[in-house]
């Protein structure tokens, strides 16, 4: 895992498959954001977080230990009924492995 520049393939992927779910805001990108994007689906908001690795992750455990800082920032986000938070890391060109609220 790097802790450098932000992840701007990876984002640019999340964006495109986004857009394939609903309507995407990217935000302006500050190291401080607690998400990459928002998604808006008719009966959703997703807050996104894109993080890239340099290993394969094999199971959400391994998830939770190599982002716990990330994903504690994206829990900052009130969770509703009408609102998701999603952890996003790049597995293969054109598909994401997503760690869901319930982890």
């Known amino acids: 895992m790097t802790r450098g520049r932000k992840p701007l393939i990876a984002l640019d992927e999340a964006e495109e498959i986004g857009r394939t779910r609903g309507q995407v805001l990217p935000t302006p990108g500050r190291r401080e954001d607690y998400f990459d994007l928002v998604l808006f689906t008719e009966l ?18 391994e998830i939770l230990a190599m982002y716990q800082r990330e994903i504690i920032r994206l829990r900052k986000v009130s969770l509703t009924g009408v609102v998701a938070r999603e952890l996003s890391s790049p597995v293969a060109p054109g598909d994401l492995a997503v760690l869901p609220d319930s982890c």
Do not use: M, W
């Open 44 to 61: 959703l908001t997703t807050f996104i977080r894109v993080k890239r690795s340099i290993t394969h992750i094999s199971d959400p455990q």
